[in-house]
């Protein structure tokens, strides 16, 4: 062998050796630390969908071109291998930097420290000295210098490349559908999509979010049901007011306020009644008597409360349309609510409306449904939040010396609270994804958004404890967040992530 070969073999054995201990270490540094690995992939833009599978494959295939790269006879497929697997990593970050929904962090070993830039420049590196390394076996074999010699070892190279590159392309635009329609619960995490804006402390946990208008915030209270407290945008401005009722002698048990600007509305559904009066003026009249108690309302315009009441006969739930212009009977949709085991437990939920859309959205606590209903109760659609749970897990028993129902023990709360704007639902979830941190989940709750104009899933966030106290409710409007977390009334700025999904058009 000539020296000149001998000097090209050295070359060739140094190109092995660096990708041997690039994979070596990659491959070992992902298996030592397998759970936060696939964490990372879970919440990754492109295989969040595949993360399961590529989780153990790429592991699986650096060390076995490890292999063939260390076997003298192997060598050559081994850095054809390689430089098909870096063709991948290469378009996986050129996709992920410019057409990803959001850039992860980089991370992982040697690499923690890159940027996804410097990460692209270390590729191509690589992949130069893969070409490199082909070539000088190429040219030891033919004892002079040449590329790959034949249409047959171009054609395969080409391939080869095309078919890396088309990979990784299928498996991002597999995972997007899959993520937004089909989504295996796999939560996506984009950067600080809502980040904590303002916080103001309320001295009591019994305060509620009764609305937001005009740049306003109202807060009801559960301890002294007619005083209504109203913060301005900063959580600074603070005023209190006191709300006056034209009959007084109703039996009240549960007074809810709700704004609805310019108007707010006064209810009690175990009298049942409404009441109804103008913001700053601060006077309630009763509009309506109605004979059908309800559990749930949420005004619709100054003329209606879409309502969730209690059917004659079956105490089972039901809901329906309150007329407040006359005392006229409450229409109801039977179909809305579905029963899965006693249509009362099972069908308990969160009722929210969208002005812009002029849909009401009935979203069940205990299992992974939500329902999207106009104004006159047709059902639009039914959707499902990303989650598994597609039945309530609740055990009802029935003591018959009081005739009541009950729940043999607590049940298993799939969807905490909800918010919606425009045509963006907000769901506090109490189940834990896939490939998600625990620790988050101790000091976190957790958001997912979704899209109501194509039934999709776009994100989710989190909204952090204060205090050691989880968030108890939340409300939106245009980019605030607004939560109440134990004592703390906090605010929190939603970014472009976010508001770009806002629809631009009113249904009618």
């Known amino acids: 062998m000539s020296v000149h070969a001998k000097i090209r073999n050295l070359f060739i054995e140094g190109i092995c050796l660096l990708y041997v201990l690039l994979f070596v270490y990659a491959a070992v540094s992902k298996l030592l630390d397998f759970e936060n690995f696939t964490v990372q992939l879970g919440q990754s833009p492109l295989l969040s969908s595949f993360a399961e599978y590529v989780s153990w494959g790429v592991p699986v295939l650096e060390l076995s071109i490890v292999v063939l790269l260390i076997v003298p006879k192997c060598r050559f497929a081994g850095l054809f291998a390689a430089f098909s697997l870096m063709v991948m990593f290469t378009t996986y970050i050129i996709i992920i930097l410019n057409y990803s929904s959001f850039v992860p962090c980089s991370c992982g070993g040697i690499l923690e420290k890159m940027s996804w830039k410097e990460h692209l420049i270390f590729n191509f590196c690589f992949l130069l000295l893969a070409v490199v390394g082909m070539l000088l076996f190429k040219w030891n074999q033919q004892n002079a210098f040449c590329s790959f010699n034949s249409k047959l070892e171009v054609g395969v ?82 005023e209190e007011y006191h709300i006056e009722l034209d009959h007084k002698e109703l039996p009240f048990r549960a007074l809810t306020v709700q704004v609805d600007s310019p108007y707010f509305y006064v209810s009690d559904g175990t009298v049942p009644c409404v009441f109804k009066g103008k913001i700053g003026d601060w006077k309630a009249h009763l509009v309506n008597t109605g004979n059908a108690y309800f559990t749930l309302s949420v005004p619709i315009d100054s003329t209606a409360l879409i309502v969730r009441a209690l059917q004659r006969g079956t105490a089972k739930s039901i809901i329906g349309r309150m007329n407040l212009l ?158 109440l977390i134990g004592n703390q009334i906090v605010r929190y700025t939603m970014g472009a992530a976010i508001t770009a999904h806002y629809s631009t058009t009113t249904k009618k």
Request: proline share 2%; aromatic share 12%; charged share 20%.
């Open 326 to 483: 006359e005392n006229s009977e409450t229409l109801f949709n039977s179909q809305i609510l579905e029963e899965q085991i006693d249509g009362l437990f099972d069908t308990d939920g969160h009722l929210v409306y969208s002005k812009k859309m002029k849909r009401f959205i009935y979203l069940y606590a205990y299992r992974n449904q939500f329902t999207v209903v106009d104004r006159n109760l047709m059902i639009d659609f039914r959707g499902k939040t990303i989650d598994s749970i597609g039945h309530a897990k609740l055990e009802v028993v029935t003591i018959p010396s009081h005739g009541v129902r009950k729940l043999r023990k607590p049940a298993l709360v799939v969807n905490k609270a909800c918010a919606v704007f425009d045509n963006l639902l907000f769901v506090n979830s109490e189940i834990m994804g896939r490939y998600e941190s625990i620790k988050m989940w101790k000091s976190a709750s957790i958001i997912d958004l979704y899209n109501l104009s194509d039934n999709s899933y776009l994100l989710s966030f989190y909204l952090y404890d204060e205090e050691g106290k989880k968030m108890k409710s939340f409300a939106v409007q245009n980019n605030q967040l607004y939560a």
């Open 157 to 238: 190279f080409c391939t080869s490349t095309f078919c890396s590159i088309s990979l990784v392309v299928v498996l991002f635009l597999l995972s997007e559908n899959n993520m937004h329609y089909r989504n295996g619960f796999i939560r996506r995490f984009p950067h600080f999509p809502a980040v904590k804006a303002k916080v103001a402390n309320l001295a009591f946990n019994s305060f509620y979010i009764a609305g937001i208008a005009d740049d306003k915030l109202y807060l009801g209270s559960t301890s002294a049901q007619l005083l209504l407290t109203v913060l301005d945008s900063n959580l600074q401005k603070k």
